[in-house]
């Protein structure tokens, strides 16, 4: 697996694709590859030539005292799991590549990103866009593929690609999940076993909460006690917000048919590690 490390050389790599009339796939990563990501790499790859997987643990997206010191890192498994999904490239720079100096200039999404992950975590998506954008720029991809367990980051990464008038396709992929639910995530290595077990109450909540609907409760005031009840029958769980919004829009909504698409989001921690799930769901299938 080749891994460039350098922004001018990836530059002149991609323009020989470029050049070539290659369609570049881009999977942007913070690595600890795992099947979740491996189903974008091979979603980008039937979809695009070329396929380059960016592994960066980008410091700007992380609050003082988030886990950016601990973050998972594991380049030599990162290639395998890379590889065998079908990528052609991995970009890995390091911070000093990304970061030479003290940043003062940065991309921000507004309202999109006042509520949810962005509320809890302030400063957090300017992060994300900031170096999403960078990534963009550098590698120039047609296409770029993202997780769906991260929905608030797909809006207002396809707000910015909107906003910015930037020329790529961004492609959203569905939320890969353990056999019991449990969303895959970097982050699921920091569970202790009993942690990792109160875990899936998080998909189990989202199924229930579909059900009620599914039976005719919509609306989301009652939902979302319902789902809080749910979580909170776990000993280890703390919840930190259960929301059901409208999708893409991020708006509240007062009963789950009002838009054609809403989405119930959880964040939960356990211990110190906090996980997040959701579930959209189509107006048309209620
Ligand atoms: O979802 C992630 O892993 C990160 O937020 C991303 C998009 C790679 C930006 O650092």
Redesign the pocket.
Known sequence: MEVITTINEIRTRIAKEKKAGKVIGLV???GYLHRGHQSLIEKARKESDFVVV?I?V?PL?FGPNEDYDRYPRDLERDKIMAKQAGADLIFFPSVNEMYPAKPKTFVEVNELTAQLCGKSRPGHFRG?TT??SKLFHIIQPDMAY??LK?AQ?VAVIQQMVQDLNMPITIIPCPIVREEDGLALSSRNVYLSPEERNQATILYQSLQKAKEWIEEGITETRILKDRIRSVIETQSLARIDYVEILSFPSLEPVGEINETSQTIIALAVWFGKTRLIDNLIIDRNEV
């Open positions: 942007p990563t913070m960016s960066f980008n997206q994300v170096v999403v993202f997780g991260d980051q």
